[in-house]
């Protein structure tokens, strides 16, 4: 059993420099790993069902292209539907961008660039609310600045109740911070620092 996902994730072994590190913020490490908890293995799935919840972290990590992150996630999805994984990641490939995007006015105007307009390649594979999702995680991961009424009337109708945006909402931000810290203690390992 794993009882710390980033640094299991990260490579972070018990007594290490890094984990010393770590030890150094036992609340950010303690709630950090709590809401890994609280998402992927809730008391009461609630409106977000296992397989929903793994789909999305598979994909929303496959796009930020960490494989190792994405692998464990896949992992987890292929333990619980295993016929929807090949969907996942086919829809990860059909996601791949760089961004962010983004078009703006104002003293924004210069940071404006297009780029991609993700549309879940295969909807009747994954079915509508995963559909939906794939493409509300999408736009908070490569055009936050965008998210709005619009894309949250679109999972409305695609079957997404207020209690199951947020959770969903909550996945994708926590999976992007979870990238990002990992991210950053593997880039710390390489650099040598100590605690």
Do not use: C
């Not at 790993?33 to 972290?57: C, H, I």
């Not at 059909?94 to 078009?103: D, H, L, M, N, S």
């Not at 594979?125 to 894309?151: N, S, T, W, Y």
């Amino acid at each position: 059993m794993i009882t710390d996902v980033i640094d299991h994730l990260a490579g972070i072994a018990p007594g290490s420099s890094l984990d010393r590190l770590r030890d150094r913020r036992p609340d950010a490490r303690e709630h950090a790993q709590r809401s890994y908890d609280v998402l992927f293995t809730p008391d009461d799935e609630g409106e977000v069902t296992l397989v929903e919840r793994d789909a999305v972290a598979a994909f929303v990590t496959g796009l930020h292209q960490d494989l190792t992150v994405a692998r464990f996630y896949a992992d987890r999805l292929a333990e619980l539907s295993p016929g929807l994984l090949k969907a996942v990641e086919y829809e990860v490939e059909a996601g791949r961008a760089t961004g962010p995007y983004g078009v703006y006015a104002g003293v924004l105007a210069a940071e404006s660039e297009e780029g991609p307009r993700y549309r879940a390649s295969d909807p009747a594979a994954l079915g509508v609310r995963l559909a939906a999702a794939f493409e509300h995680a999408h736009l908070l991961v490569f055009r936050p600045r965008e998210a709005g009424r619009d894309a949250l009337a679109a999972l409305r109708r695609a079957g997404w109740s207020e209690t199951g945006i947020v959770t969903l909402s909550q996945l994708v931000a926590f999976l992007s911070f979870q990238v990002r810290v990992i991210t950053g203690l593997r880039l710390l390992n390489q650099e040598g620092v100590t605690a």
